[in-house]
């Protein structure tokens, strides 16, 4: 008689941490080696990012333009050299800070190294790339303004941080014409320097590798400025309401709710992220087993934690035909007061710690992966133990303990209310 095999509780254990390396000019290397796979993921990240730019998407065209040509090299020339060794470097800028991240082989890191001490130490800034750029980001900008989660995202943002904040400002095609070679002077050697820089490395590597590093990153002062402060966060209480944006020829509706929620600092917050995996935050969630499965109102809904820094935002987000978009908000404000008013079963806390856990070992197998962790830890504020203490968070949270956050931080009527559409 077939016997099927008992059901075990997920395991899970402590992540090893980074070892940090401070290097003689004062930058941190951080390191998360990964033996045998023969591959590195190497972290460039200068403070700074779009929170402190002095024009609308400076940070964003400085950083995109480390590629466009530097120290004599060409743009073609600079992606012959990544191509040749099977590279890849990805750039962008986020609200605090500008990342360059080379994905390669460990035994082609060296010459890669190389490549990338001249990008980010001579630019070139060349104007005719520039205009290139210029004019396909535009172009993005404007397919993108007809997308109503795009769009709704903007708006969301710009009511939680507020006009004059550098995060709440909503971009027009305008910005893209403003933009010249000036202002990414301007803002690269404000922020582009070692009093701005940290460094991570993960991956297969060797004494070798980490001796180059320092040698090119680590062992002079390096570009001209001085460290940036911390992007200022602005009281946001007095930016909550509602807010239609009409985007005509639009087939559905984007819903967007939420509020500037608790600093991962705060002692409740990792109880809150779990909260919100419970209320929206994978396929059997509150928020989907009402809105999508009983009422039918979407495919999809979710709620997530967005971070910005060491802020972060709690939000809703859905999209949904226009009729039905005053149903789903009631739904989802419904939800809210369930968590408040009702108790939460210990079998459901029990399904969403697995299903958590089960997750983290997902994040937590590839080297990218775990580097992004420990890398977003550092982005909040926080120290690479808080990755581990977010883990037994998880592993020893109780029903009453998310019921008392919700309590504390789900009972309020003032909320971000976003709809983006016909």
């Known amino acids: 008689m077939y016997t099927p095999p008992s059901i075990k509780p997920m395991a899970l254990d402590d992540l090893a941490l980074p070892c940090t390396r401070v290097m003689p000019n004062g930058v941190c290397l951080n390191m998360l080696p990964d033996a045998g796979k023969g591959t590195i993921r190497f972290d460039i990240l200068i403070k700074g990012g779009y929170g402190v730019q002095e024009k609308p998407l400076q940070a964003m065209f400085v950083n995109r333009m480390l590629r466009e040509g530097a120290g004599g090299l ?10 040749y060794y099977g590279a890849w470097v990805d750039m962008y800028s986020s609200q605090n800070c500008n ?3 080379l994905y390669t082989l460990s035994k082609h890191f060296l010459p890669l190294l190389e490549l990338l001490e001249t990008m980010l130490k001579q630019p070139d800034f060349p104007e005719e790339n520039l205009e290139t750029i210029r004019r396909n980001n535009k172009s993005f900008f404007t397919i993108n303004s007809q997308k109503v989660d795009i769009v ?9 941080w507020g006009a004059e904040h550098p995060l709440g400002h909503i971009v027009e095609p305008s910005d893209y014409d403003a933009i010249s070679t000036s202002d990414l002077w301007s803002y690269y050697n404000r922020v582009y320097n070692s009093g701005n820089c940290t460094l991570f490395i993960g991956g297969t590597f060797d004494d070798e590798i980490l001796d180059a590093v320092e040698s090119r990153f680590g062992s002079q002062d390096w570009g001209c400025g001085g460290t940036v402060g911390d992007v200022g966060v602005p009281a946001p209480v007095s ?7 009409t985007i005509e020829g639009t087939m559905q ?6 509020f500037m929620t608790l600093p991962s600092s705060h002692p409740d917050f990792f109880k809150f992220r779990i909260l919100t995996v419970l209320l929206g935050g994978y396929f059997g969630s509150r928020l989907m087993s009402n809105v999508r499965e009983e009422n039918g109102y979407t495919y999809h809904i979710s709620a997530e934690i967005d971070a910005y820094g060491s802020r972060n935002a709690f939000m809703i987000s859905s ?4 009729e039905y978009v005053a149903p789903l908000v009631e739904e ?10 009702e108790p939460i079963p210990a079998t459901e806390v029990e399904l969403v710690r697995n299903y958590i856990l089960g997750e983290l070992c997902r994040e937590y197998e590839g080297l990218s992966a775990k580097s992004e962790v420990f890398i977003n830890a550092w982005l909040s504020g926080e120290t690479f133990e808080s990755v581990n203490d977010y883990l037994n968070t998880v592993k020893g949270v109780t029903a009453e303990e998310l019921q008392d956050v919700a309590r504390k931080y789900l009972s309020r009527e003032d909320l971000i209310e976003v709809v983006a559409g016909a």
């Open 319 to 322: 999209e949904t035909a226009t």
């Open 152 to 160: 709704s995202q903007r708006h969301f943002e710009h009511l939680m």
């Open 99 to 101: 990342h360059i991240t």
């Open 74 to 83: 060409s743009a073609a020339e600079v992606s012959r050299r990544l191509d």
């Open 253 to 258: 509706s984007a819903v967007k709710i939420g």
């Open 239 to 245: 930016l909550y309401g509602a807010c239609k944006i």
């Open 332 to 341: 989802v404000k419904k939800e809210l007061r369930r968590l408040v008013e």
